[in-house]
């Protein structure tokens, strides 16, 4: 059975991109898109994503306070912020994600996804 990946960026063209990736992978499947962080809480909830993707600046809700909600509901899942700005983003303790990924490295990204989510 796959494993699902939920992606969360307010970025249309980044989330197709993403679904293009993920398309070619025999062994993920996306299971929801959010444009925010608050979309992307509601679906984790009904999904129950084995790997969720935030894009750190989203309206509504960020990444960082998405991912601090995310950990408190489902604290076993993996979290990769996904970034324009990797340099920018300073990780304090109380959040608790497994990956910064620039949005630069795109190509790469499913290389990240294998080692956080491993079939």
Known sequence: MPKTV???DDSEMIRKLLCKLFEAEENYDLCAEAKNGEEAISLAVIHKPDLIILDVS???MDGLQAARKLKQIMPHVPIMLFTQHVEAVS???????ERVVAKTELMSIMGHVRELAPI
């Open 6 to 8: 939920l992606v969360a």
């Open 58 to 60: 989203m309206p509504v």
């Open 91 to 97: 990780l304090s303790p109380d959040l608790r994600v």
